[in-house]
């Protein structure tokens, strides 16, 4: 069974930092692209960023773009998400989702999520 | 960018009722879309991609339409599982979703 565990979301000041976690079970983590995707609290989706299956290639939202970094370590079957600069705006569930495809993906796994809330 | 516009964006129906919902893309997007459905406090499940393929598991009466610019999802029979937020998502350029379809019970 396909497994994506979200973890890190926390209460964070406006400016700080934190790092989420997606531990991933259940498939060959190498054989996927990984995503972040977040919703605010009563709104809709927004892809976040993508990384390639061996980590070589990252894509960004322009919301994010020099804010967060998706990265990704295979041998631990994990990934990850730097988030930095982080504004009021950026509060919401974040979840990661697995992507089939090559590059060009839709999402057919995703993890519970785990919420960030930004606020002084 | 390409804006994904759903319709409409509430829809009330009663159980047995056949329903469609509708997402257009600002720019042909060929087949590369995918749609989703969503309850409360849970994360999104895929039900179609590549615009009418049914994702394993998902019941018969989930189908898709549709290329170019304009999607359909259609459900054929609705069932009291099925009332949640629908979100089309296009995944020709970069990703992104509609603002959603909340299926709401008459």
């Known amino acids: 069974e396909v497994q994506l565990v979200e973890s890190g979301g926390d209460l964070v000041q406006p400016g700080g930092s934190l790092r989420l976690s997606c531990a991933a079970s259940?498939?060959?983590?190498?054989?996927?692209?990984m995503s972040w995707v977040r919703q605010a609290p009563g709104k809709g989706l927004e892809w976040l960023a993508n990384?390639?299956?061996?980590?070589?290639?990252?894509y960004y939202a322009d919301s994010v773009k020099g804010r967060f970094t998706i990265s990704r370590d295979n041998g631990k079957n994990s990934l990850y998400l730097q988030m930095n600069s982080l504004r009021v705006e950026d509060s919401a569930v974040y979840y990661c989702?697995?992507?089939?495809?090559?590059?060009?993906?839709?999402?057919?796994?995703w993890g519970q999520g785990t919420l960030v809330t930004v606020a002084s | 960018d390409i804006q994904m516009t759903q319709s409409p964006s509430t829809l009330s129906a009663s159980v047995g009722d056949r329903v469609t919902i509708t997402c257009r893309a600002s720019?042909?997007?060929?087949?590369?879309l995918a749609w989703y459905q969503q309850k409360p406090g849970k994360a999104p499940k895929v039900l179609i991609y590549?615009?009418?393929s049914v994702e394993s598991g998902v019941p018969s009466r989930f189908s898709g339409s549709g290329s170019g610019t304009e999607f359909t999802l259609t459900i054929s029979s609705l069932q009291p599982d099925d009332f949640a937020t629908y979100y089309c998502?296009?995944?020709?350029?970069?990703?992104?979703f509609g603002q959603g379809t909340k299926l709401e019970i008459k």
């Open positions: 989702a697995r992507g089939v495809g090559d590059k060009s993906i839709y999402f057919d796994s």
């Open positions: 259940g498939f060959t983590f190498t054989s996927y692209w």
């Open positions: 990384v390639k299956r061996d980590g070589s290639s990252k």
């Open positions: 720019q042909s997007i060929d087949t590369l």
């Open positions: 590549k615009a009418s």
């Open positions: 998502q296009q995944y020709y350029y970069y990703y992104t």
